[in-house]
């Protein structure tokens, strides 16, 4: 059994190819440069983190659901068409539930509540609830357009009326009454775009009023009368103004937080209220996110110490390493903050990896450095050793690892490829600072070596083990080798199986508020989602003929029959039912009369009647034009690809049915679902061919031999293969955060295999024997091996402690992966080794 | 409630012998209001009038109507007919305007393809007039005591001098009503016309309007009237909706029988 002396070879001892040699003296001589100039390095690494970090307060959290496209996204383009049309169509859904919700006392609470959250809601555009809907009838030879509650009922008689107007009203149902009228809602829009910035105050104003005219000072402030009027308004466009800022995620959450407080001081028994709907969902989501954030930075932190201290037994081993990926994460956060990118969803998981992956390279250099320390070499000549030794596979693991992260920078779905750049950059930052900051911190404290009996002693069992496990595999290597092509056989034919999916509501525990009262309002009120059709008929009045408004009726019709296992059609608002109501309303009420006139200028009459009728609920439908209107579909919530089943549907049946008359766009939330899925898809594919061909290619590269090169690869393939057939076995769908496993974990698996291989090249390069090479890979970098792999797995496995079912799932299978990975390292890999030695000899 | 299409070509209008005002310094914000509200601003009126619509991409709607006007004490009658576009010619309003506010307007419709006529009970008085950038309380003179007014500053617009005021509603109702939190008025000193204002909307989120009745102002039978006004609705600096009112064939002291404005008269059309 070689001891510590003969593990580490003097550094100048010629090991491996010319051109590695070569490199490693670079590195030793760069160790011995940045021991001299180590107060230089770190006093420009202080500048680098100032310049860099100066950027964290501009760091933001966005959930939104539109931030999951690039902004010059097709899908996003028409979203934000449409929004500027007709507003934003996602909605807030406030359902109450009492005894009786006609009675006097139950209207009285909720006209109270209506006015509350129309008083102290921010960004709130529009709040429809029993007090205000719109109640259109015709009553004689008079037509009232007026709110529901707009004369307060008095007593039984004028209730009894407002009950079956309400409960007979198609309008009402399944929008603010359940069919059995146990539930009302208060349904909220909130403004589509920020008011930041555009609210002017009279101060502002007078401001612009300096000196003596209006005329040019108030058109320079406001722009007000930024047109003479007159001749030149009538020609010329209404807004040349450029495209304004959608509503923000932070504007979304202090509506949604607003709303709750409201809901807070009213609920009580007999008054129940439920809040729900997608922006209250993505205000949960960011509420978890804002809580996970700094959780699981300070578990990993924790955990990280501890795995140091147990692995060192100094205070520099945990010290040093924490500072290295301390600082590399705020540099990284703040350059984040300096580009504009905002933390999202699958970017929330940056802290905790980066801190995991940072630590890894701190580790394989502190445990060359010590070790060459403590057998009484001088600081100077240990840190310039411990580059040569290390420095070539620490590069080689940070390039493999960010190539991996990589692969996401291109991906369409915006937050993905923002994590692959940022974590790139992360990575590259912290091998940097590895390289640099570890050894100029080295040179600075002037560690004292430290001679340790008990740590042979220890070390005796440790490489007891490795030895045992060079021996098993390489005397199993067959036996290895067929369970490993046995597990890849099942984890291919499982990943084959593998659904995709993506249903953020499901990230939440099912006894979750948000979880419960969705659920609840699906069943009771058909639905808080929608999808919207745009259709556009390309001409002024379009929508005023017949034809066009009869189809709108069929298709509104047909829609309420779509099928679906997973989602139903709970309620359509179209253009054509408010001709219904009026014409009905017109013809004294008369069931019959809920039709579509057969006359175009009827129709262009009773819009036009509708128009002036007081009510602009028009307005959010339909264009001044009448040129296009939107049909909303509501629907329950649902995962993404139930979405793009109907998403396709709509586009095909509008399509199908407006062929040669108008244009048909589907858009809304269920279509942006729609589109991330298929993104995420693309995105998957892409970036697994990506990093696997570019991490093959490195391996290649490294080793200097192409065949061993692709053998290599196995034991980094097989973890991903597995966790791929898990998903499929178990039936779990592959969604947005599961899916960044692959890359992650083979970026990160591989930094084992560089490891191993490096190692095992050196040493096989000297003895030529296989088994003597894979016992001293193992028993010089084993260890370091095994430790990252345990920082880095109980990195990921502290997710596992998170509330959320996405964290939980995304930390499992990557700290998994990696646990997979070190196994098939240790004994794959050695397997493989001696089986091509083999082939080679017989050959 | 009160309600009238014409109110806004009245309140634009104002005698002659306004010119004839004391001292411009002498008004504190309330009698200039006052002398706002006050003016004689014609009877018997016709004219036809032209809206023109613009929506943030440029689009052009336009509409004709004929209209007239009485005078009843202090009720107003008007009655006014879509001559374009096609599709709803002949389409008529007929309203009495009642000074009373607690008396809500009396409004009918009469359409031509149903060849009915419909009494209308609307509510909203914030609401759009015909789909516009005015509402039906642009139309509608305001209760003075239901606003609380102050001088700001004096100033010119368009080559007229003017006075700022600040209006600010003193009720929650109030607010729902004109669908504006607060407004600053361009008084023209010379002849009490409302030369622009810029109303702060009640829904937020940056919205404002902006009257402007400032460029075409002329004396028609001795009354001085607007006859171009545009209200553009903006957030921001962003333009969300814009339209031009055009006054044409204007004339006050017509010969206008009261039959006019009767609903038999509004059903047998122009």
Known sequence: MPNQENILPPPTRPLSAPWRIRIEAHFERFGRFVFRHHWKILLAIVAVVIGCGSGLPKLSLDTSTEGFLHPQDPTLSVYNEFREQFGREELILVAVTGPDIFAPEFLARLRDLHQAIEAETPHLEDITSLVNVRNTRGEGGTLRVEELLQRWPDGGASLDQIRTQAMGSALYRNMILSEDATTTA?????????????????DDVLAGLEGDTTDEATDTLIGGFDEAPGEGASTGAAAPAGQRVVLSDAENSELVRAVQSVIDRFDRDGFSIRLAGSPVILDDLKRSMETNLPRFTIISLCTISLLLALMFRRLSGVLLPLAVVILSLLSTLGLMGHLGMSIKLPTQILPSFLLAVGVGASVHILAIFYRYLDQGNGSRESIAFTLGHSGLAIVMTSLTTAAGLASFAGSPVAPISDLGFAATIGVLIALIFTLVMLPALLALIRIKSVTRSPRSARGTVIDRLFTWVTDFSIDRSGGVLALSVLLTVAGISGAAMVQFGHNPLEWFPDDEPIYQNTMFIDQQLKGGGVAEVVVDTGRENGLYEPA??????????????????????????????????INQALNNNQSEAYAIPKDRELIAQEFLLFENSGSDDLEDVVDSRFQKTRVTVKVPWADTIAYARLTAYLETHFNAAFEGVASIQVTGLAALFGRILRASIQSMQQSYVIA?????????????????????????????????????????????????????????????????????????????????????TLLSTGRAMAVTTMVLATGFYTYTLADMNNLILFGALTGSAIVIALVANFLLAPALMHQLHKRRITA | MKRSFFSLTLVMTAAAGLLFAPAASALNAREIMQRVDARDDGDNGTATMEMILLDKKGNERRRTLRTFSKDQGDDRYRLMFFMEPADVRGTGFLTYDYDDPAVDDDQWLYLPALAKTRRIAAADKSGSFMGSDFNYADMTRKDLDLYTYELLKELTVAERRAWVIQAVPTSPQEID?????????????????????????????????????????????????????????KQGKTTLHRTTLRFKQMGFGQDLDEGLFTVRRLEQGL
């Open chain 2, 177 to 233: 009503q004109s669908g504006y939190t607060r407004s600053l008025l361009f008084v023209d000193q010379a002849t009490f016309l409302v030369l622009r204002a810029i109303h702060w909307m009640k829904e937020g989120g940056g919205r404002m309007k902006y009257l402007d009745a400032s460029s075409h102002i002329e004396q028609v039978d001795g009354i001085w009237v607007a006859r171009h006004m545009t209200m553009t609705t």
């Open chain 1, 548 to 581: 066009v408004m009869k189809e709108l009726d069929r298709l509104a019709t047909e829609l309420y029959g779509y099928q679906d296992p997973d989602l139903f059609v709970g309620k359509i608002f179209s253009l054509s039912d408010m001709l219904k109501e």
């Open chain 1, 186 to 202: 208060l349904v909220i829009r909130s403004s589509a775009f920020s008011s930041e910035g555009v609210e002017f105050s009279v």
């Open chain 1, 692 to 776: 696997a061909l570019v991490i093959t290619l490195m391996m290649i590269l490294l080793i200097g031999d192409l065949r061993i090169g692709l053998v290599s690869m196995m034991p980094n393939l097989l973890p991903i293969v597995l966790v791929m057939g898990y998903l499929g076995w178990a039936g779990i769908q592959l969604d947005m955060f599961n899916m960044l496993v692959g890359s992650i974990a083979l970026g990160l698996a591989v930094d084992d295999t560089v490891h191993f291989m490096h190692n095992y090249r050196r040493y096989y390069h000297l003895s030529g024997d296989v088994r003597q090479a894979v016992r001293e």
